[in-house]
């Protein structure tokens, strides 16, 4: 048992010290130097395997709600540079009442059913999927991880990597942005968001969603968690000073929403 452990160890440990050595820190798309101990394709990995705990725990919904999720998502995802090194990214539709969405590293997109009730429109929900796919553009779970791994021993999150289930996968998944579902609560960091958003906005302007739904949709969760706060917004808290972000971003945003329009980008995807 405690050999097999160590087995199961050795190799994601081993990367992680080169990893420590060769690739300690790296830059966000916004310029912002972040801790990034992990090469990217064991964080694809870990995205991969967090996402087949997440199909293995919630039923999918297909049909009609999938084809709209699906053209949102993939009107978004197109418009990700090349250089992102994601060549296909899945998209999934889970039943749950939760309004929660993920995106994970490797190009791993969940929508829960719940949150086609909070978001109004396509832009709306364009906003939500652009803002997710923000985070794995900019290395956030590599950076969270790493964060992890520099401030406890790591090894939590080494047996996750190396396959183990249980809490250090749930804790991994919450790591990788997909744990709210199963009580691991890990808000991303203020910084982190603040940069999701600009580069979420970007990605709906240049798909020809409105980008100027961003900011309904925050008025509009705000409105929600009167009663009982979306899953989403508990790691993503919502506050004036994100509204004053994308405000002032909006001006950038909309011009390149309008350049997207006239060259017949016009996302037309029906609920
Ligand atoms: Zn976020």
Redesign the pocket.
């Known amino acids: 048992m405690q050999r097999t452990l160590l087995s199961r160890l050795r190799t994601p440990l081993a990367i992680g010290v080169v990893g420590i050595t060769l690739a300690a820190c790296s830059t966000s798309p916004l310029g912002r130097s972040q801790l990034a101990f992990y090469p990217d394709d064991q964080l694809e990995q870990m995205g991969k395997q967090s996402f087949a705990q997440y199909q293995q725990k919630l039923p999918e919904i297909g049909g009609a709600t999938y084809e709209y999720v699906q053209c949102v998502a993939h009107a978004i995802t197109d418009e990700v540079p090349a250089d992102a090194g994601i060549a296909n990214w899945e998209v999934k539709v889970f039943k749950d009442d939760t309004a929660n969405a993920f995106a994970l590293p490797g190009g791993y997109i969940g929508v829960n059913s719940g949150l086609l009730d909070v978001t109004q429109n396509q832009d709306q929900l364009a906003a939500v999927i652009g803002?997710?796919v923000g985070?794995v553009l900019a290395h956030h779970a590599n950076e969270r991880v790493s964060t992890q791994a520099a401030t406890q021993t790591g090894l939590s999150i080494l047996q996750a990597a190396a396959g183990l289930d249980g809490a250090a996968g749930e804790q991994l998944m919450g790591l990788l942005g997909a744990g709210a579902q199963y009580g691991v609560i890990l808000p991303?960091s203020r910084k982190?968001?603040s940069e999701?958003d600009k580069i979420g906005l970007d990605l709906m302007a240049q798909a020809g969603f409105n980008p100027r739904a961003s900011i309904e949709l925050w008025q509009n969760m705000a409105a929600q968690s009167q009663g009982a706060p979306p899953e989403w917004l508990s790691?993503?808290p919502s506050d004036q000073s994100r509204i004053q972000g994308l405000q002032a971003r909006m001006d950038q945003a909309v011009p390149l929403y309008q350049q997207a329009q006239a060259n017949g980008e016009r996302p037309q995807c029906q609920r």
């Open positions: 803002h997710e985070h991303f982190q968001e999701a790691t993503h």
